[in-house]
């Protein structure tokens, strides 16, 4: 399937943003289903096979990062998340359950159809996993474990290849710290925040043109963060 004729489900409960949603979808080609509470969204991913879900957390039967937890034991549909929450603790638990990406409510209709498009483009990735890692002028050998910048070898420590290695394999996803923490120190490092600033801080050194105004290892405020290839 075609990302042109992809299907999405949207769950919002609230009708007006639900159609306004859907209408500026179907415009751009692609097939919707709906759903207004978690209950039917569940009926609808079995029932349509969604390729994408767009996801309101404030749903009228069920917490949607339950919601999430619950949908990731039998389902990978990336999941972008429309929060009204201002804290940003929901969007981390969100993230941490499971989701791929959030905007925050109000959005513009031209940034939301960016991330879809974004996550729609990711999916045939999700299905193979390459040995070699690719992104500017960089190259990532994952068996034999070495990063390279056109041809020149580049030396990285082993936590810092294992973050860049990670990072990269997960182009466009927002990554918790805790993620991260968990990911690539183990699950007793996750409250440490601060091992990741300095190794991420590390990271920008070596393969950033300018750490100060990094553009492959973006800073997700108060969240994590974003690789751009
Ligand atoms: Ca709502």
Known sequence: MSAETAMILLVEDERQIRETIALALECEGFATCEAGNAARASEQVAQHKPALILLDLGLPDRDGVDFIRDLRAWSATPILILSARSAEDSKVDALDAGADDYLSKPFGMAELLARVRALL????????S???LAFGDFLIDCVKRTVSRAG???HLTQIEYRLL???A???GRVLTHRHLLARVWGGQAVENHQYLRVYVGHLRQK????PAQPRHILTEIGVGYRFQP
């Open 165 to 167: 290695a990670y990072l």
């Open 207 to 210: 393969i950033e043109a300018n």
């Open 130 to 132: 390459d040995a070699q």
């Open 121 to 128: 483009r990711r999916r045939p990735d999700e299905q193979v």
């Open 152 to 154: 020149e070898p580049l």
């Open 169 to 171: 394999a997960n182009p």
